[in-house]
C-alpha cells in the first residue's frame, strides 16, 4: 500500500491529479469500447435513389429466398423493395399502389399483356410507415411464400423463380424495372439483405432474422448487411453494389441485430396462422386478420465493463475529494504563513504603513479558495449537463427500441405494450432523484402522446384524457 504520510504534498497534489485524469480517460474508453458497433442500412430518399447490383448473379437460382428489414417512411406508388430480371418479367416485393398492402410478384415470362403469367400474393394492410418489419420471399419446388416477422402472412402455388426467368436480369434495390411512370422509388430504409439458394423453413427464418450473419453461412449465396459503410456483398461471391442517385448507407441505432454466435432467439410459434391463397391462373388474393406475432429478444448485455466504469468512477471521486481536501490544506497553511509573517512584519515595523492587516491577508487567501471552488463547480456542473444529455439521449434509444419491438404487434397488443411500460415509469417515479425524475416524466409524456395516438386509431378514449 502506498503511504503519503511523509510525501511531499506537491507530489501527493500530482499524483492524485494524474489519478483522476487516468480514471476518467479510462471511463471514456470503456464507454467507447461498449459502442463501437452500430448497424447501418441502405438509405433512400424516393427521389430516384437505389441500389444496383451485378446482374445476372441469381440466374442459377432453382429455389431461393430473399430476406430484408425494411422499414417505409411512406408508401409511394408500388415502390420495390427489391426487382430482380427485367421489366414485367421478375421477381419482385412491393406496396400494392400506394397503399399498406405487401406484394409478392414472380412474373417467369414477359406478362404485360399476359395475365397468366402473373403469379402474386399479397398481404393486405401488413405495412406500416416508420416500423422496422422483416420480410422474406420464398420461392420454388414448394410454391411462392410471403413471411412477415416470421409468420407466413401470402402464399402461391405457382412454382417458378430466379432460373425461370429467361432473359438478361437485372437486379435493383429500392426501385422498380418496368420504367412506368406510375411507379415510384422506394423511400425508407433496408438492411440485412439476405439471398440463399433453398427454400427456408419458418423456423429457419425465425432463428436468424435477429442475428448479424457473417456470410459464410451454409446455403447464404449473398449478403448485403452496409455495416461497413458500403454496399459491399459479404457472401462467398463478392457481388458488391452501386449506389445510384444520393442513395447512400447510414446507421440506424434502432434496428439492432445480434452476434450470430449468440443463443438463438424466441419466437413464439402462432396458432392455425393464416395464408393467403392464388391460384395460378388468376390475380386475385386473399388475406385474412393477423394475430399478433410474439417476438422475445434478448440482447447482449455488457455487465463487466459497467462494473469495471463504475469502479473506475469511484477511484475518480474518491481522487477528487482528496484533491480538494489537500487542496483546502494547502490554502490554509499558506494562510497561516501569511498570517505569520504578517504579524512579524506588524511587530517590526510599528507604524504598518505599507503592510497588509491579517484579516485581509485572510481575505485574500479566501477568495482565492472561493475562486477555486467556483471553477470545480463550473467544471462539474459541464460534466453533469452532459451526463444528462447522454442520459437524454439513452432514453430516446430506448423510445425508439421499443417501437421497434412491438412492430410485429397489432394495435391492441401495441396498446398494451404502451400502458405497461407507462405503468412502469409510473412506479418508478417515487425512487427516482431530481434529474431522473424529469427524465423519466418526459419518458412518460412521449410514451402517453404515442398511446393517444394508437388510441385514437383503435376508436375508443384513453384512460390518459
Not at 429455389?63 to 414485367?88: K, S
Amino acid at each position: 500500500m502506498l503511504c503519503f504520510t511523509h510525501a511531499p504534498k506537491s507530489f501527493v497534489l500530482r499524483f492524485c491529479a494524474v489519478l483522476f485524469a487516468l480514471t476518467l480517460s479510462l471511463q471514456v474508453s470503456l464507454a467507447q469500447g461498449a459502442t463501437t458497433f452500430t448497424n447501418r442500412a441502405l438509405k433512400l430518399d424516393g427521389t430516384n435513389s437505389y441500389l444496383e447490383l451485378p446482374p445476372n448473379i441469381f440466374t442459377n437460382l432453382t429455389e431461393a429466398t430473399v430476406e430484408a428489414w425494411v422499414r417505409w417512411a411512406e408508401f409511394p406508388a408500388f415502390a420495390r423493395v427489391f426487382e430482380f430480371g427485367a421489366g414485367y418479367n421478375s421477381v419482385s416485393l412491393f406496396n400494392h399502389n400506394s397503399t399498406a398492402d405487401l406484394r409478392f410478384n414472380i412474373y417467369p415470362r414477359y406478362a404485360k399483356d399476359n395475365p397468366k403469367y402473373m403469379f402474386t400474393a399479397t398481404a393486405k394492410g401488413l405495412l406500416h410507415t416508420n416500423e422496422w418489419i422483416h420480410l422474406a420471399t420464398v420461392s420454388g419446388p414448394g410454391g411462392m411464400k410471403l413471411y412477415a416477422n416470421g409468420r407466413l402472412v401470402a402464399q402461391h402455388t405457382n412454382t417458378t423463380t430466379f432460373a425461370d426467368i429467361h432473359t438478361s436480369q437485372t437486379n435493383l434495390l429500392g426501385r422498380g424495372l418496368a420504367n412506368n411512370p406510375t411507379d415510384k422509388t422506394f423511400r425508407g430504409e433496408i438492411d440485412e439483405v439476405r439471398v440463399w439458394d433453398h427454400q427456408r423453413t419458418v423456423a429457419q427464418i425465425r432463428e436468424d432474422m435477429f442475428k448479424r450473419l457473417s456470410g459464410q453461412e451454409p446455403g447464404l449465396t449473398h449478403l448485403w448487411n452496409f455495416d461497413d459503410g458500403t454496399a459491399n456483398d459479404f457472401g462467398p461471391n463478392g457481388h458488391h453494389g452501386t449506389l445510384r442517385g444520393k442513395a447512400r448507407v447510414g446507421r440506424v441505432p434502432d434496428l439492432d441485430l445480434i452476434a450470430s454466435a449468440l443463443p438463438a432467439l424466441t419466437v413464439a410459434a402462432p396458432t392455425n396462422p393464416p395464408v393467403a391463397v392464388v391460384t395460378p391462373t388468376t390475380n386475385a388474393t386473399a388475406s385474412t386478420a393477423m394475430a399478433p406475432i410474439q417476438v422475445a429478444v434478448t440482447a447482449p448485455g455488457n455487465s463487466s465493463a459497467i462494473i469495471v466504469a463504475s469502479i473506475c468512477a469511484a477511484v475518480s471521486v474518491g481522487a477528487l475529494v482528496i484533491f480538494m481536501f489537500l487542496m483546502m490544506r494547502r490554502n490554509n497553511a499558506g494562510l497561516r504563513q501569511l498570517s505569520g509573517g504578517t504579524s512579524l512584519q506588524l511587530e517590526e515595523n510599528s507604524s504598518g504603513a505599507g503592510s497588509l492587516s491579517d484579516k485581509e491577508m485572510k481575505e485574500r487567501a479566501l477568495a482565492d479558495l472561493t475562486d477555486f471552488a467556483k471553477q470545480s463547480l463550473v467544471q462539474g456542473l459541464y460534466s453533469q449537463r452532459a451526463a444528462l444529455l447522454e442520459v437524454h439521449q439513452k432514453a430516446q434509444e430506448e423510445l425508439v427500441a421499443l417501437e421497434a419491438r412491438v412492430v410485429a404487434l397489432h394495435l391492441p397488443e401495441r396498446i398494451a405494450a404502451y400502458e405497461k411500460r407507462i405503468a412502469e415509469l409510473e412506479g418508478e417515479l417515487a425512487t427516482r432523484g431530481d434529474e431522473l425524475r424529469e427524465l423519466t416524466m418526459a419518458t412518460l409524456h412521449v410514451l402517453r402522446e404515442k398511446l393517444e395516438e394508437e388510441k385514437k386509431k383503435q376508436g375508443r378514449p384513453s384512460r390518459f384524457n
